[in-house]
């Protein structure tokens, strides 16, 4: 394989090290080789088409050790190279052999490409066949057909309801008979839309799953050729194997693994042997480490710029770092710094001859700024012990400032999983995990926030003159009026506001938004009392988002009059959408806004932004996260729902809030969902000096005391006591080892 020149070389000297190929000078050895070769090339008339086109040939001059060639010692000469393919083919004997053939009919190359390629071929059929078109087209219509259908039948049935109503109280002396007849008719005319209902759920459902049996194959098929590409470029690599000076064999796919992120003690081994490979260096950069596994979610994480954040930002260069989530992402200028410049002079050779101008025009890297959080590491530890085995969220905020002093997201992860190697190999692993890890519950979930959301309403009305604080409903195990029922569990009734803050009335409530809604004294239309009423909501940050100094915050759902009028094509009243009064029907919220309204009960009628850094190095925080945001309540209204709310921690449905020698505020939620109910708490304590205001949201927690009020209990004694006592410290262990089974087949 080693060609031998035709001249005498004996007189050309050989160099005293390997010129790298960026070598600006080729040695006269190296042009003597590529001479001899552009001479074979040219003899090979059959490629002089193919060379025409422009081909890449290679010469390295080698030296024979102990006279094996020849019986002459340390004999000179070279070797030649090709890249890609020649006449079709990797392999001919003038040229050095390719590590591997890539064109072997019987390598495993070509096979598991061939296997590839028959993969991309069945995806193609799937995606364009008739069946696969033709099921997805009928669904979509019969969808559209079965809405169009229920929406005209649900009108049907409101206007004999209607006429109904109006039969009653225009005949208010209505037989037995009649009232019976009426009762008939409409219990037929409901049971004909459940059955109309249920044929069309039942039609779509086989229509789904033709349709779903497809796209499982075609995914099922995707995931198969991404796995078999990785697995066939990970082989290939691994068939360029290398020896280095001790003798090791490593591969291309090993030896690149290694290269980034050298420990310390790799690098001092490299750096002993760099002297070896000119051209080389080792570019030093800080690694970020993280001292404990909490608050992953809120630190966020670094990794390496993508493509569009080069192209966003000329900042960044190839192979820089950059914040990926969290405090990282969004503080990111202030914790990079700034890079310091360098101009250098070279000559043509690339060699460094000093300094442009003297260094006049060079900059000092700036180190990045050292950030101050508010949470307390503590009170996280606690927290993330709590929801262990459970879905949910715990917010912590401190209502004078408006630091978060916790933020617990489950399930959640250790931060310095993200750091080293194994970032990328950890992050696809949690990216894939059907429980989403990555999901910042706190900020990004979107919940119903129950009956914590009935205070919002108490001061809703209180403000608007529709209650009073002695204002009494009744509550006849719930809410009922004109054939509608809001179920409520038995308390003493009539009840008024504080007392029915402290058992959670959902009648109260319900009474004060009928009411609101139907007010022609005060509002024109039901459309003017809705406005009326998301203007309040959103004044106590709800329906958009808080501003917090994290990226990803959801803003939840506030609805307003244009929503209920396209989706009840303008008919509707305070009975149709009742459901907002107990925090149900169309209102979301994040667990964020619940603790903030906490924060701003507990402050009597303002907040400030929630944020989780609290002070930054030689560098003023943003005035959003120090000015007060007021409430369009009065703070004299506050009083009212604070008495409520110490009311259900004495003798209401947050008894389990008790804290000894601490007044604690609080309001139960049970928010009602597809499968089990949701575990909702909110509260502040102390009442009149309050230190901390906190949520917690547990999915398919059950009532509101069974998780939400123990849980948000412990948290606040943790912090306002530094420590837990040794019963409650019993009570954490036991919530902690206690998990909540869920399916993941909807999440």
């Known amino acids: 394989m080693i060609h031998f020149f035709k001249k005498p070389v004996s007189h050309l000297a050989l160099p005293e090290k390997f010129t790298y190929p960026f070598h600006y000078t080729p040695h006269p050895l190296c042009v003597l080789a590529a001479g001899e070769v552009k001479e074979y090339i040219a003899s090979r008339k059959e490629w002089q088409e193919e060379l025409a086109s422009g081909k890449m040939f290679g010469v390295l001059i080698v030296q024979t050790d102990n006279g094996i060639t020849n019986n002459e010692e340390n004999q000179i000469g070279y070797l030649a190279a090709f890249?890609?393919?020649?006449?079709?083919?990797?392999?001919?004997?003038?040229?050095v052999p390719p590590v591997y053939d890539l064109l072997q009919p019987e390598g495993f190359f070509k096979i598991e490409e061939e296997q590839i390629s028959?993969?991309?071929?069945?995806?193609?059929?799937?995606?364009?066949?008739?069946?696969?078109?033709?099921?997805?087209?009928?669904?979509?219509?019969?969808?559209?057909?079965?809405?169009?259908?229920?929406?005209?039948?649900?009108?049907?049935?409101?206007?004999?309801?209607?006429?109904?109503?109006?039969?009653?109280?225009?005949?208010?002396?209505?037989?037995?008979?009649?009232?019976?007849s009426l009762i008939r008719e409409s219990q037929y005319q409901k049971a004909e839309y459940k059955r109309l209902e249920k044929e069309w759920k039942k039609r779509?459902?086989?229509?789904?799953?033709?349709?779903?049996?497809?796209?499982?194959?075609?995914?099922?098929?995707?995931?198969?050729?991404?796995?078999?590409?990785?697995?066939?470029?990970r082989k290939l690599f691994e068939q360029f194997r290398m020896l280095n000076a001790q003798?090791?064999?490593?591969?291309?796919?090993?030896?690149?693994?290694?290269?980034?992120?050298?420990?310390?003690?790799?690098?001092?081994?490299?750096?002993?042997?760099?002297?070896?490979?000119?051209?080389?260096?080792?570019?030093?950069?800080?690694i970020r480490q993280y001292q404990s596994p909490y608050a992953a979610l809120v630190l966020g994480d670094i990794g390496e710029v993508s493509p569009a954040d080069v192209e966003e930002d000329e900042y960044y260069q190839n192979g820089d770092?950059?914040?990926?989530?969290?405090?990282?992402?969004?503080?990111?200028?202030?914790?990079?710094?700034?890079?310091?410049?360098?101009?250098?002079?070279?000559?043509?050779?690339?060699?460094?001859?000093?300094?442009?101008?003297?260094?006049?025009?060079?900059t000092k890297t700036v180190p990045g700024k050292n950030l101050t959080l508010g949470l307390d590491l503590e009170l996280q530890a606690l927290g993330e012990r709590l929801m262990e085995g459970k879905l949910g969220s715990i917010v912590a905020i401190e209502p004078s400032t408006g630091e978060v002093l916790c933020m617990v997201s489950s399930p959640t992860y250790d931060p310095r999983m993200m750091v080293g190697r194994q970032r990328g190999k950890n992050h696809l692993a949690l990216s894939r995990n059907p429980l989403k890890p990555l999901l910042n519950r706190s900020i990004m979930g979107q919940y119903p926030p129950g009956s914590t959301f009935k205070t919002t309403q108490a001061l809703t009305f209180l403000q608007e003159g529709i209650i009073t604080p002695e204002t009494a409903y009744p509550c006849y195990h719930g809410f009922i009026y004109r054939g509608l029922k809001v179920g409520c569990h038995g308390h003493a009734a009539p009840a008024k506001l504080v007392p029915a803050i402290g058992t959670s009335c959902n009648a109260y409530f319900c009474w004060g938004l009928y009411y609101m809604f139907g007010n022609r004294t005060k509002y024109?239309?039901?459309?003017?009392?809705?406005?009326?009423?998301?203007?309040?909501?959103?004044?106590?940050?709800?329906?958009?988002?808080?501003?917090?100094?994290?990226?990803?915050?959801?803003?939840?759902?506030?609805?307003?009059?244009?929503?209920?009028?396209?989706?009840?094509?303008?008919?509707?009243?305070?009975?149709?959408?009742?459901?907002?009064?107990?925090?149900?029907?169309?209102?979301?919220?994040?667990?964020?806004?619940?603790?903030?309204l906490g924060a701003t009960i507990a402050n009597r009628g303002y907040f400030i932004t929630p944020h989780v850094v609290k002070q930054i190095q030689d560098e003023q925080i943003d005035t959003l996260y120090t000015r007060r945001r007021y409430t369009k309540?009065?703070?004299?209204?506050?009083?009212?729902?604070?008495?409520?709310?110490?009311?259900?921690?004495?003798?209401?449905?947050?008894?389990?809030?008790?804290?000894?020698?601490?007044e604690v505020c609080g309001k139960t939620g049970t928010a009602q969902n597809r499968g089990h109910d949701h575990s909702v708490f909110m509260g502040f304590a102390p009442m009149n000096d309050p230190k901390i205001a906190i949520a917690v949201y547990v999915e398919n927690g059950g009532w509101g005391a069974d998780y939400g009020v123990p849980l948000g209990a412990l948290m606040m004694e943790q912090y306002l006591n530094g420590k837990l006592s040794p019963e409650s410290e019993k009570l954490a262990e036991m919530y902690q080892q206690r998990h909540i089974g869920y399916g993941t087949a909807d999440r």
């Not at 890249?83 to 040229?95: D, E």
């Open 118 to 180: 028959a993969i991309n071929i069945r995806i193609r059929e799937l995606e364009n066949s008739s069946s696969y078109l033709g099921s997805k087209e009928k669904w979509k219509i019969e969808t559209e057909q079965a809405k169009s259908v229920l929406n005209q039948a649900k009108a049907e049935l409101k206007i004999a309801k209607e006429a109904r109503e109006i039969r009653r109280q225009s005949s208010p002396e209505l037989s037995e008979e009649e009232q019976a």
């Open 247 to 286: 003798g090791e064999v490593k591969d291309l796919y090993t030896i690149f693994d290694v290269m980034s992120q050298l420990s310390s003690e790799e690098f001092c081994v490299f750096q002993e042997k760099l002297f070896r490979f000119p051209g080389f260096y080792v570019q030093r950069r800080s």
């Open 633 to 662: 309540v009065e703070a004299r209204h506050y009083e009212t729902v604070v008495q409520g709310m110490r009311r259900a921690v004495l003798a209401g449905t947050c008894r389990k809030a008790n804290i000894p020698g601490i």
């Open 204 to 233: 779509l459902e086989e229509l789904e799953t033709e349709v779903r049996h497809f796209d499982i194959e075609i995914e099922r098929l995707k995931t198969e050729r991404k796995e078999r590409s990785a697995a066939l470029q």
């Open 83 to 95: 890249s890609g393919n020649l006449a079709g083919k990797n392999l001919h004997p003038y040229f």
């Open 524 to 596: 024109k239309n039901v459309q003017e009392a809705m406005t009326v009423w998301k203007d309040y909501m959103v004044s106590m940050g709800f329906g958009y988002k808080l501003g917090i100094d994290l990226p990803g915050e959801k803003r939840g759902l506030i609805p307003n009059a244009p929503f209920y009028d396209k989706a009840y094509r303008g008919s509707w009243n305070g009975l149709t959408v009742i459901s907002i009064s107990i925090g149900q029907g169309e209102v979301n919220a994040t667990p964020l806004q619940i603790a903030n």
């Open 321 to 362: 770092f950059i914040g990926k989530q969290g405090v990282e992402r969004s503080y990111e200028k202030q914790l990079r710094g700034e890079k310091g410049i360098q101009i250098l002079l070279r000559d043509a050779r690339g060699r460094i001859k000093g300094r442009y101008m003297d260094g006049k025009l060079d």
